[in-house]
């Protein structure tokens, strides 16, 4: 069967979306939501199968290896390009194991505090390293990690940075003043911030955001070209037919213009941002040499 042959008679079985998180965060909101549609649409099951641990390598690994016909695809988000530059012996490369398939959305790192915490984002940005190594800072994950350590090469701010597994027990410990700061996607905290349980310092976006309009941008403190957005999307593996790739990409742009999708991720401080099969690969490629250059900075090297 030839390549257009595959993408004519694509999907003639359920289809298996791996999400390498546990139920309940922004990569399985965004897949269920969207794998509800492709089903709808073409008529197979979309299935959703979470499969958490090592910081999403295991679940990524898998669809790395599997077969690229189209029924394994992995939803991934930033730390498939951190996690390839970041290990000595990384198990996989997000630009030589993956097709591009089709993004989701996006959602701003956003600096958090604890509402107590006096200093606003100037002020912390200056104070004296011996002064701000003794401010904790609380980090969920490959990306708001490596959002901190960006901003520490750009800045030279140096907290005391505390890991966490996921956004709630970080929001815990902040709202009880275990911690003052938070470093996550505006999607995990934004019930939060709008009932005033914590305040937002800083976001890192070019301009306001629609959701949070109060918090002030980085740049609009002195952080130039300080914008780190998550992102939400879907891949398979290498050589995956680029006409199967393509069905599932105008699809997925069909999935998220829906009223229900748009006013659902709205809800969540999700911005809806559809790409074509190119721009996705390119926005992969532009994270790659940016996480790079900050590994190169700070000679950070992950330990599986």
């Excluded at 390293?129 to 401010?135: F, H, I, M, P």
């Excluded at 890991?163 to 929001?171: E, I, R, V, W």
């Excluded at 349980?197 to 980085?218: M, S, V």
């Excluded at 300080?226 to 992102?231: I, K, P």
Aim: aromatic content about 6%; glycine content about 8%; hydrophobic content about 45%.
């Amino acid at each position: 069967m030839d390549a257009c042959a595959a993408g004519d008679d694509y999907p003639s079985r359920p289809v298996r979306m791996i999400v390498p998180y546990a139920p309940g965060g922004g990569s399985d909101i965004t897949a269920r939501a969207v794998a509800q549609k492709l089903g709808a649409a073409l008529g197979q099951t979309f299935v959703i199968d979470n499969r958490p641990g090592a910081s999403s390598i295991i679940g990524t690994e898998l669809v790395a290896r599997a077969t690229p016909d189209g029924y394994t695809m992995i939803v991934a988000d930033p730390a498939i390009t951190i996690n390839t530059v970041a290990y000595a012996k990384p198990r996989f490369d997000a630009q030589k194991d993956f097709a591009p398939v089709g993004l989701f959305a996006m959602s701003p790192q956003v600096l958090c505090a604890n509402p107590s915490f006096s200093p606003d984002i100037k002020q912390l940005l200056g104070m004296p390293k011996a002064q701000s190594e003794k401010v904790t800072l609380g980090t969920t994950g490959q990306g708001p990690y490596m959002t901190y350590e960006w901003l520490r090469t750009k800045t030279g701010l140096t907290l005391n940075e505390v890991p966490y597994k996921g956004a709630a027990p970080a929001l815990t410990d902040m709202m009880a003043g275990q911690i003052a700061l938070l470093m996550n996607p505006l999607a995990a905290v934004l019930t939060q911030l709008k009932a005033g349980k914590i305040k937002g310092l800083a976001i890192a976006t070019a301009g306001r955001h629609a959701r949070a309009p109060e918090i002030p941008t980085f740049q609009e403190s002195g952080v130039k070209d300080f914008v780190v957005t998550h992102w939400y999307g879907v891949l398979a593996p290498a050589g995956t037919p680029r006409e199967i790739t393509n069905k599932l990409n105008r699809e997925i742009v069909a999935a998220l213009a829906a009223a229900d999708v748009r006013e659902r991720f709205s809800a969540l401080a999700l911005d809806i941002n559809p790409a074509t099969v190119d721009e996705f690969r390119a926005l992969i490629d532009a994270e790659m040499r940016r996480w790079k250059e900050v590994v190169a900075q700070t000679h950070i090297r992950l330990e599986q």
